[in-house]
């Protein structure tokens, strides 16, 4: 197998079954998933000037040992993977044995040091000039659509949605299934109950979707102003997404499932979603 150092990615294309790297920009990333053994795998998609975007799929035998990218539009060294074809479509693969990645910023001109590295990778001299490259294309060109976020008064039916909320508070609920509870300031709109009154005897309507924290010094911390709205997570990886989210720290949530129980609006995270962190002087967040 041939090893072929700093490749862009139309010639790494052609590269089939040889080991490259390659230091692109990062499209999307989903969230990790366990392998039919005992592996971790997430899949990327990159870009750069030279090429459309390519999938990498990387492996790793621990969840940590994945990359963890803070945003969209932040670039990633990948030394070491692998150029695979299947039906035509060209990939690469991140092997957990020999390959490494390193993370950057992907706006921050001035900084060169990677913000997460696998113990294997090693920077070198000529990194920085092709991040800094990279940094002036990707600040000139249209390649990160930045999609639209919607207020929770803004929910008018069930679908999917992009969120910009407040965690409030985590737990457990009764079925064994993590539920965080976000807040944006905003009141989801009221649902209309089609019920007979006289079935509320015997089948009331639930005052709550799933059970409130039950410790009153959490309830005294919600806001009092605004929806609380209960987002449950349905996917595998609870461990990764337990080191994401931090209480009070405000959060974009993309694909989000709106869904409606007994006339109560709730949120469902699956493997289809993502979650980034923002900073609290971000627009999205002095705009609600």
């Known amino acids: 197998m041939v090893y072929r150092r700093f490749l862009c990615i139309k010639d790494a294309v052609a590269c089939i079954n040889d080991k490259v790297d390659l230091i692109a920009v990062i499209l999307s990333i989903s969230l990790p998933q366990t392998t039919r053994g005992t592996d971790y795998v997430c899949k990327l998609k990159i870009i750069d000037e030279s090429h459309p975007e390519i999938p990498v799929h990387v492996f790793a035998q621990e969840i940590d040992h994945l990359p963890s990218v803070a945003a969209v539009g932040d670039i990633i060294h990948l030394s070491r993977v692998v150029m695979r074809i299947y039906e ?12 490494s990645f390193a993370l950057y910023d992907g706006k921050d001109v001035e900084n060169f040091q990677p913000y997460q590295v696998l113990l294997r990778y090693e ?7 092709i991040i800094a490259g990279l940094r002036k294309w990707l600040a000139s060109s249209h390649v990160i659509d930045e999609p639209n976020f919607s207020l929770l008064k803004e ?6 949605v992009n969120l910009v909320c407040k965690v409030l508070h985590i737990c457990k609920t009764t079925d064994d299934k993590w539920m965080a509870f976000i807040w944006d300031g905003t009141d989801v709109p009221p649902i209309s109950i ?11 309507l639930p005052l709550h979707f799933k059970p409130l924290p039950s410790s009153g010094d ?9 929806t609380i709205l209960r987002l449950i997570f349905d996917v595998e990886c609870m461990p990764y997404i337990l080191q994401l989210l931090k209480v009070r720290q405000w959060f974009k949530l993309f694909c989000v ?15 289809y979603s993502k979650i980034q962190d923002i900073p609290n002087v ?4 002095l705009e609600r």
Do not use: Q
């Open 257 to 271: 499932e709106c869904k409606v129980h007994e006339g109560l609006w709730y949120g469902v995270f699956t493997s």
């Open 123 to 129: 920077a070198r001299k000529h990194d920085a000039m």
């Open 155 to 160: 929910i008018n039916e069930v679908g999917l």
């Open 88 to 99: 035509g479509d060209v990939y690469a693969i991140f092997n957990k044995r020999f390959s």
């Open 194 to 204: 089609y019920k007979k009154p006289e079935d509320e005897e015997h089948n009331p």
């Open 282 to 285: 971000d627009i999205l967040i």
């Open 218 to 226: 959490v309830l005294h911390t919600f806001p009092t102003v605004g």
